[in-house]
Nanobody, 120 residues
Framework: QVQTQESGPGLVAPSQTLSLTCTVS??????????WNWIRQLPGRGLEWMGA???????YYTPYLKSRTAISRDTTKNQISLQLSSVTPEDTAVYYC????????????WGQGTQVTVSA
């Protein structure tokens, strides 16, 4: 059973960089046809896909966040990381680490999510 667990600071000051880590257990992040995504839910709004790192290490980002977002992986620790720079209060959200199984075409494993608040 694959599990993903997000971790990071719950409070970030405006203009700083938000850094989150997703620790994956129960399966390798490089095995199979899986993409590892960061998705967030803004208050009172739906889910927003931020970006992904796919099985071969390439990264993709939603266009309007691309200049501020970096997703990377540490294969020795089986972790996916997210960095979002120059945050504003509008980046306050619950952030999820989610696996996408490209053979089936579905998001099959979600972390419990971590609340991040951007405030002074």
């Amino acid at each position: 059973q694959v599990q993903t667990q997000e971790s990071g600071p719950g409070l970030v000051a405006p203009s700083q960089t938000l850094s989150l880590t997703c620790t994956v257990s129960g399966g390798s992040i490089t095995a199979g046809c899986y993409n590892w995504n960061w998705i967030r839910q803004l208050p009172g709004r739906g889910l927003e896909w931020m970006g992904a790192i796919i099985h071969d290490g390439r990264t993709y980002y939603t266009p309007y966040l691309k200049s501020r977002t970096a997703i990377s992986r540490d294969t020795t620790k089986n972790q996916i990381s997210l960095q979002l720079s120059s945050v504003t209060p509008e980046d306050t959200a619950v952030y999820y680490c989610v696996r996408y199984e490209c053979g089936v075409g579905e998001y099959d494993y979600w972390g419990q999510g971590t609340q991040v608040t951007v405030s002074a």
